[in-house]
Nanobody, 120 residues
């Protein structure tokens, strides 16, 4: 079984920065694609950004120029650097990944989420 564990969330003032991490553990061979999603209270979960195995990225318009996704394939870990945070960025942030497990089965996984709160 593969687990994704997010960390790095917290409370920050508007204009501040946070860096989220998503570490894959368990019976993992390799992460293929990875993404970050978020869900604000009373709203549907939405895409923030995705990154493919070759490094291609796709950002939501609302975070372009402020958020940066990266990955460390050797560590099976992804990161989301969030700068110039706004109160509307407040949400639970979830890591998502397509990953090959130790017997090369490709599955999609979700982390448990980490809370990001931006105060005005």
């Amino acid at each position: 079984q593969v687990q994704l564990v997010e960390s790095g969330g917290g409370l920050v003032q508007a204009g501040g920065s946070l860096r989220l991490s998503c570490a894959a553990s368990g019976s993992i061979f390799r992460i293929i694609n990875m993404g970050w999603y978020r869900q604000a209270p009373g709203k549907q979960r939405e895409l923030v950004v995705t990154i493919t195995s070759d490094g291609s990225t796709n950002y939501a318009d609302s975070v372009k120029g402020r958020f940066t996704i990266s990955r460390d394939n050797a560590k099976n870990t992804g990161y989301l650097q969030m700068n110039s945070l706004k109160p509307e960025d407040t949400a639970v942030y979830y890591c998502n990944a397509d990953a090959l497990d130790s017997v090369f089965r490709l599955k999609n996984y979700w982390g448990q989420g980490t809370q990001v709160t931006v105060s005005s």
